[in-house]
């Protein structure tokens, strides 16, 4: 998209005296379309609205052919300017579109044309009014498309398959090098916020590989501008969350950290909300779970639930997710889950580790078999070179001491000292860390613990 014309707004547009008896005398409008357009141009809002309601569809088919026959520019940025603020003032006018009357019309291949071809102001408007258009058409019915297209047309029009893999291919690109500087990203986000309730929009979308070109926006807004941007990324990789092949992609990025810093430094109910749904969508998914009890957003959710929200659907959805992930808790905090990693000899930050109930609950089960998880452990801060393994490993030895009535004690006849204070010295401060702390247990005992959390 070329950045001529990025500066125009619609009120200079619309204050434009547009030449229409020159397009009729030239017959590129004919006697009826001048009719109409004079009736409807420069009238107030409420007489236009009268006028719409009392015969929308052939003011929307003299739109729909000035844009197609006529290509200047200042009158092509002037009917669109014309659409969007009759779509603006009342949104369900987009029917209009899809009127019985445009059985034989192709009223895509215009915006489509446009979308490609045109400066900012003329591609943006094409953009939006095009994902309106073609979000709002009704289901194939009797043989005919959403875009009016019979199946004994002998004109090929342009289908709505078409136009949703031209506008992904072209939002896309618009996300990866923004045309305007101001206007490029919102346009495009804006776009997709109405497209992704699409399969085949989202099914494209991946294959476009966009859903990391949506991650890095999510972060704390302040203004409203970048408020709205916020929610409407959000609003999309929510609608995203409910289509498989993305939710792999959101696997393999940062989005739950993103979305959980978001609510915790934004008060606006509508992003909170679609956030708050979103996390709840992924909670069952893959490792999604974990990572929501890992970055404690348990406490955030039942802080937001202290707030005094008016939207009953947010309160049902943290209510939701609150059950959800206590329930993931009491899963990722089973000594047979917890025994498996161990034993696997790769340790990390799981739920478990950190969790008192679960050491409270599982601290007999580690006098099986002579204490080999235990031995496991120990063996585990000889052989391994992974600093998170060792870091994880010293703390769980320190959990032992803590929550065992004679953990010192055993602990220290397995000859741990040795091994942990080996340990102090550690290029990685994780490491050191979490040896300091299995130490001091060690020597003080768990009488001194409560001082000595990490």
């Not at 490609?116 to 994902?131: T, Y």
């Not at 679609?274 to 893959?286: D, E, M, P, Q, W």
């Not at 899963?331 to 034993?343: A, F, G, N």
Request: glycine letters at 4%.
């Amino acid at each position: 998209m070329t950045i001529e014309n990025a500066e125009l707004t619609m009120e200079q547009v619309l204050r434009r005296e547009i030449p229409w008896e020159t397009y009729m005398t030239t017959k590129l409008i004919t006697g009826t379309d001048l009719q109409l357009v004079r009736r409807y141009d420069k009238k107030a809002e409420s007489d236009k609205a009268q006028l719409l309601d009392d015969d929308g569809p052939a003011y929307v088919h003299v739109f729909v052919t000035i844009l197609r026959d006529i290509f200047k520019d200042e009158t092509v940025e002037y009917v669109l300017a014309l659409i969007d603020e009759m779509l603006t003032a009342n949104p369900r006018r987009v029917r209009l579109f899809h009127d019985n009357s445009f059985a034989n019309e192709d009223t895509y291949e215009p915006f489509l044309r446009l979308l490609r071809e045109g400066n900012w102001f003329i591609q943006e408007k094409s953009c939006k009014v095009l994902s309106l258009i073609v979000s709002a058409r009704p289901k194939v019915q009797n043989g005919v498309d959403a875009n009016g297209d019979a199946s004994n047309s002998k004109r090929k029009h342009t289908t709505h398959e078409d136009v949703l893999e031209s506008l992904v291919e072209c939002l896309c690109a618009q996300l990866r090098k923004p045309s305007h500087p101001i206007h490029g990203t919102p346009t495009a986000i804006n776009c997709l916020a109405t497209l992704l309730k699409e399969p085949v929009v989202r099914r494209s979308f991946v294959q476009a590989d966009g859903v990391k070109l949506l991650v890095h926006l999510i972060s704390p807004a302040s203004t409203q501008q970048s408020i709205q941007l916020l929610y409407e990324t959000c609003l999309s990789v929510w609608l995203l969350s409910y289509y498989e092949p993305a939710i792999e992609y959101l696997a393999t990025s940062r989005v739950v950290p993103r979305l959980i810093e978001v609510v915790k430094g934004l008060t606006k109910e509508k992003v909170v909300r679609v956030v708050i749904l979103t996390l709840r969508n992924l909670l069952s998914k893959g490792t999604f779970g974990a990572q929501m009890v890992d970055l404690d957003v348990l406490q955030i959710v039942q802080n937001l639930k202290a707030q005094a929200w008016s939207d009953e659907d947010l309160l049902d959805a943290l209510n939701k997710l609150e059950e959800g992930l206590k329930d993931n808790i009491k899963k990722l905090s089973s000594y047979d889950k917890y025994k498996q990693e161990v034993l696997l000899g790769n340790l990390d930050w799981s739920p478990m580790h950190k969790d008192p109930l679960f050491w409270k609950e599982n601290i007999n089960n580690f006098e099986e078999n002579e204490f080999q998880i235990l031995r496991v452990l120990m063996t585990i801060l000889d052989t391994s070179s992974d600093a998170r393994t060792l870091a994880v490993a010293c703390y769980d030895l320190s959990q032992f001491i803590q929550f065992h009535p004679a953990g010192r004690i055993i602990v220290g006849d397995l000859k741990a000292k040795e091994r942990v204070m080996n340990l102090l010295n550690h290029e990685i401060a994780e490491v050191t860390k979490n040896a300091l702390l299995c130490i001091q247990r060690l020597f003080l005992g768990a009488k001194y613990a409560s001082f000595l959390q990490a």
